[in-house]
């Protein structure tokens, strides 16, 4: 996000998926970010990241997430350094168009303060994959790339 606040010249448009980091919020989304961060504060992991639905009907997937996430030897929690915030403003100054997608059962990046954000912005889409959790991108791919192709196909961008 602080490369197209900074440089949107350079880029077409903008996705953010399951995300807010780095991102100044407005007060409704930095309340619902607060009561989400204390209520996943015990949580695994996997109950961070994936979604109630993957994690009962999918336990394949849920072994394949916990190899993947094995190679991770840094953490949101463990970067050294902060992200640089970009502000609501930044990002509408750059004139680009943004989709904002989430899962519907995100713990991490709850839908409401996911579109209390998308709300600010002028030039952005929201959109909301149904029974995925953070890993929406993960948990339901094809939904979540019909979201995108949908989109892309809107702004006549190639793909």
């Not at 990046?109 to 029974?131: K, M, W």
Request: no cysteine.
């Amino acid at each position: 996000m602080a490369f197209a606040a900074e440089h949107g010249a350079r880029l077409r448009a903008l996705v953010v998926a399951d995300s807010l980091v780095g991102l100044e919020l407005p007060l409704a989304a930095r309340d619902r970010m607060d009561i989400a961060e204390r209520a996943t504060a015990a949580l695994s992991q996997v109950e961070r990241v994936l979604g109630a639905r993957a994690r009962r009907d999918h336990p394949e997937r849920v072994a394949l997430y916990q190899q993947i996430a094995s190679f991770n030897s840094v953490a949101l929690r463990t970067l050294k350094g902060a992200p640089r915030r970009v502000t609501l403003q930044g990002l509408e100054d750059s004139g680009l168009p943004i989709l904002f997608i989430v899962g519907q059962d995100d713990v991490l990046f709850p839908p409401q303060a996911v579109r209390a954000t998308h709300e600010q912005l002028t030039h952005s889409t929201y959109a909301e994959i149904e029974g995925a959790g953070h890993s929406a991108h993960f948990e339901k791919p094809d939904a979540f790339n019909q979201v995108l192709i949908d989109w892309l196909d809107r702004l006549a961008l190639p793909r």
